[in-house]
Nanobody, 122 residues
């Protein structure tokens, strides 16, 4: 089993920054990927970004390109999401997840954290 724990959420003003962390335990990921998703009230869970664990290849949703940066520290089994130039529409619960596939679809991710709240005020 894989356990994922997010941290780093909070309340910020528009234009501010936050860095989210996702600590993984239970296994190493090898050729797998880890990703960030978010879900706002009344909306579907939305893909944000992913990174391949071995090669560090990244992919971003159009809505966050140029503002968010995904990274990982393999030795620490930790993934990060640096969020800059935050907007009120970024407000959501943010989840980290792992998958064997380079995907943007939530149903292809097998393990999920509990989520961390990000709130961006106007």
């Amino acid at each position: 089993q894989v356990q994922l724990v997010e941290s780093g959420g909070g309340l910020v003003q528009a234009g501010g920054s936050l860095r989210l962390s996702c600590a993984a335990s239970g296994r190493t990921f090898g050729n797998g990927v880890m990703g960030w998703f978010r879900q706002a009230p009344g909306k579907e869970r939305e893909f944000v970004a992913r990174i391949s664990w071995s090669g560090g290849v990244t992919y971003y949703a159009d809505s966050v390109k140029g503002r968010f940066t995904i990274s990982r520290d393999n030795a620490k089994n930790t993934m990060y999401l640096q969020m800059n130039s935050l907007k009120p529409e970024d407000t959501a619960v943010y989840y980290c997840a792992s998958s064997m596939w380079a995907s943007m679809h939530a149903n292809q991710y097998d393990y999920w954290g509990q989520g961390t709240q990000v709130t961006v005020s106007s």
